[in-house]
């Protein structure tokens, strides 16, 4: 079984990037959200990952 990595907005804040993630490594999201709110409060880096994480990573489209 092929794992892949999607943005998933059904179950996410803003555009499913943490959501996504955390369901590929098989995590909490909340644990994701929290790291990655670290990331930005600490230069800023954070940001600028999600927003190319947002723009790269496919949407999740359920039926």
Do not use: H
């Amino acid at each position: 079984m092929d794992k892949k990595l999607y943005r998933d907005p059904q179950n996410g804040m803003i555009a499913g990037v943490c959501a996504g993630v955390a369901e590929y490594f098989g995590w909490d999201p909340t644990w994701v959200r929290l790291g990655w709110a670290l990331f930005t409060l600490l230069g800023g880096s954070g940001l600028i990952l999600y927003l190319i994480a947002a723009i790269i990573m496919p949407r999740l489209d359920r039926m």
